[in-house]
């Protein structure tokens, strides 16, 4: 997958909700090893401050780990399936009210410089 830019949303929020993703379904699993930054950051084709970004994120919400010197893991904490799949979900519909947001301001936008151009 990588970061589209017609999306409303930021990089680093479609990376993260990418990995959230693949966390809720299974893809990755509990206590699997994440591929590093770099290495991340050209899937994705984003900088790796936008990777560091995301991790922050899901570090937060404690779907992932960082151990100094070995890397950053899935969490194994058994609860976390439940959540980061509601999280997944929210995500997915918090996406798209932004877009639906987005096109309705842009429709605003369009109506108020119509009738601003009336004689």
Known sequence: MTVSQDDPRSAYEQVADDLRRRIASGAL???QRLDGNAKMAERYGVAPMTI?????????????VSQQ?????VASDPVFADSAEEAS???????EIKAALELINSRLDRLETQVRERP
Do not use: N, P, S, W
């Not at 010197?69 to 893991?73: A, I, S, V």
């Not at 979900?89 to 996406?95: P, S, W």
């Open 29 to 31: 699993k509990a206590g």
């Open 52 to 64: 560091r970004h995301a991790l922050d994120i899901l570090r937060r919400e404690q779907l992932i």
């Open 69 to 73: 010197g070995r890397g950053t893991f």
């Open 89 to 95: 979900t929210m995500a997915d519909e918090l996406g």
